[in-house]
C-alpha cells in the first residue's frame, strides 16, 4: 500500500503543482505512477470544477469558463499546453523528424504553437460554458480531467519514445496492467456526464488514436510534449463532444 501511494503522489507531482511532501527513498520509478495519471487528473480538476461549480451560476457562461481554465492552469502550471504549442511548432515548423524534435525542444514559442494555445483554450471554453447548469459544467470537468489522461499509460507502453533521452524516455515502465488500471479509472469516470458518456469516450479515444499515429509517422514516438499535447487534444474532443450531446 505504501507504495502504491508513492506511485500516486509521484503522478501528482509529474501532472500537477500541488503539495504532495517529500518522497522517500527508494523512489518509485516514473512509469509505476502512470496507472495513477488519471486520479491525478481527477484531483487536478478538483480546483476548476469549483470555480465553474460556483461562479456559472453569477457570471457570463464564457466568462466563468475561462476563470475555470484559469484554475486548472495555476493547479498544473499549463505543463500540458506547453507539449501542445511545443508540439504545434515542431510538426508545423520542421521539414526532418530531427528538425521537429529540435524545434520541440526550444523553449520559445512560436506561430503555430500560439495559433493551437489560443484555439485550443477557446474551443474548452467555449465547450464548458454550453454546460447547461453548474452541476454539470463540474462533474464534465471531473470526468475530462480524469479520462483524457486515462489513455497516456497505453502510449507508453506500446509506443517507442522519440528520444534516448529526456522524461518521456524516463517513464517508460508503465507495464500493461499500469496501463490498463488507468485506462479503467479513465472510463469509468465518464460516468459522470451521464448520457453522453459513449459519445465522450469514442471522441477521446479517436482523438487520441489519430494524434499518437501522427507522432508515430512524424516524430517516431512520442515524448513528453507529444503525452502533454494528446492530453490537450482529448480533452478538447471530449468538450466538443459533451457540447455536441448538451446542443442535440
Known sequence: MRARWDQFRLAVMLLTRLPVGRLRDPLPAMGSAAWAFPLAGLLAAAPPAAVIWLTLPHLPPLMAALLALMAGLLVTGGLHEDGLADLADGLGGGATRAR?????????????????????????????????????????????????????????????????????????SAGRLGALAALGFGVVALVLVGHAALATGAAI????????ALCQRQLGGYSGDTLGATQQICEIAGWVALAACWNA
Not at 522524461?167 to 517508460?172: N, V
Not at 479515444?205 to 499518437?212: R, S, Y
Open 100 to 172: 521537429k524534435l529540435e524545434i520541440m525542444r526550444d523553449s520559445r514559442i512560436g506561430s503555430y504553437g500560439g495559433l493551437a494555445l489560443v484555439l485550443g483554450i477557446g474551443l474548452r471554453a467555449t465547450g464548458l460554458a454550453a454546460a447547461p447548469d453548474a452541476t454539470t459544467a463540474a462533474l464534465a470537468v471531473l470526468a475530462l480531467g480524469a479520462a483524457s489522461r486515462g489513455g497516456l499509460p497505453l502510449i507508453l507502453t506500446f509506443q517507442p519514445p522519440a528520444r534516448d533521452d529526456g522524461l518521456g524516455a524516463s517513464a517508460r
Open 205 to 212: 479515444a479517436l482523438a487520441g488514436a489519430a494524434l499518437t
